[in-house]
């Protein structure tokens, strides 16, 4: 790999790393540990949103520092402290003054864990980020060094000398969750304001998820089970690979007598519902999704619960789907019934861009 032009302050043999994320760490961490400085990591990031997205990033941090044997350090999540310290920011700008008063907020307190271990350096791999301002992180860690006497702040371009494409390799190399916006619900709104785009970022999210989609689609249908166990009729789905897998949640309703239906594409703009018997009565349909063959259901006024997949979802009941418009031209006709909308916990984001005919759900698992 190539040195980058980075001198290590005098007298640093071991820092206190503000981490970020993983991803951004992996190349940081390696050279510091390759150039005679000890790292030891600080997960400090009270401004990701929603806090499931935060616990994978925090996991993802963990895991990573484990693997090289160096210190984790778990700071505190304190979402509303963070909102009232950038109180007034809200509409500012990616780069702008809540960016700023983010980092110095952060590394505030990764001054104060310094210092509180007894570290005199300490740095942020916020740095390493080519959508972050440089200046502004120097300005932040100024500040912070300002304000807890015994400090020092490491200003450091971590972009240069081959850690850029490092990052990438190792990103690649060790799996790791690659986030798609900077954290906070701001960003979020701001960077995904296009309904393309949001797929986009969804489609990258479910690959960077790909061992865990198993896991996670396990914990989501347990939180289905009591919502559904009142119901008698019951519109389901049929789940792609990217999708939360409620297949054991459908045979365990059916086996309990319950009326399930699923959905079936009959032309451009139309679907219709049939009954589910059996795994063995589907067959592969519209865009490889396997559809009922079984009876026409067409007593729509029964049906008192709909699972409704999407690419994305927000905590108004907002859906993104694939663009198809399938359900949003169906479930007007379902008005009455309670509509739940299935989802992997990083596919709850801050704001889904809407337009008029969009069907709400009325809550999201």
């Known amino acids: 790999m190539k040195q980058p032009a980075i001198i290590v302050p005098e007298g640093c043999t071991e820092v206190l790393l503000h981490a970020c994320c993983a991803p951004c760490s992996s190349a940081i961490v390696e050279w510091l540990m390759n150039n005679g400085v000890r790292p030891t990591i600080f997960y400090y990031n009270p401004n990701i949103w929603p806090r499931e997205e935060y616990e994978i ?5 963990k895991r990573h520092a484990e ?24 509409n500012e700008p990616e780069r702008g003054g809540r960016c700023e008063q983010c980092f110095t907020l952060r590394l505030t307190r990764t001054a ?17 980020s080519r959508w972050k301002s440089l200046e502004q992180i120097e300005h ?12 020092e702040f490491w200003a450091q371009n971590w972009r240069k000398g081959g850690l850029q494409e490092r990052r990438n390799q190792l990103l690649r190399e060790n799996q790791f969750y690659n986030q798609q916006y900077c954290g906070c619900e701001f960003s979020a709104r701001n960077g995904a304001n296009t309904k393309p785009l949001l797929r986009a970022q969804m489609r990258e999210a479910k690959r960077q998820h790909q061992s865990q989609l198993d896991k996670m689609s396990g914990e989501v249908v347990e939180r289905l089970m009591p919502l559904v166990a009142n119901s008698s009729h019951i519109l389901a789905y049929w789940p792609l690979p990217d999708e939360v ?18 959905p079936r ?26 559809e009922p063959v079984g009876e026409l259901f067409t007593d729509y006024d029964k049906i008192d619960t709909v699972l409704v997949p999407g690419m994305a979802f927000d905590a108004a009941g907002h859906r993104l ?3 198809k418009g399938y359900y949003d ?7 009455h019934a309670r509509k739940i909308g299935v989802c992997f916990p990083f596919q709850r984001v801050a704001e889904v861009p809407t337009d008029e005919h969009d069907v709400m759900v009325d809550e999201v698992v």
């Open 140 to 151: 932040a860690g100024q500040k912070a060094m300002a304000l807890v006497p015994g400090t």
């Open 321 to 323: 789907g694939r663009g």
């Open 329 to 335: 031209r169906f479930l007007p006709q379902l008005s």
């Open 67 to 90: 693997g090289l044997g160096i210190k984790w350090i778990d700071g505190d999540y304190d979402h509303e402290a963070w909102r009232c310290g950038v109180q007034g920011l809200e």
């Open 57 to 61: 990033r925090k996991q993802e941090s």
């Open 265 to 290: 594409v009959t032309g451009d703009i139309t679907m219709e519902l049939r009954r589910y018997q059996s795994p063995d009565d589907l067959k592969e349909g519209a865009y490889h999704i396997m």
């Open 112 to 128: 104060e864990k310094a210092r509180e271990l007894g570290f005199r350096f300490f740095a942020t791999t916020l740095a390493s």
């Open 245 to 262: 897998d409620i297949r054991p949640l459908v045979n365990l309703l059916f086996s309990d007598g319950k009326v399930v239906v699923l």
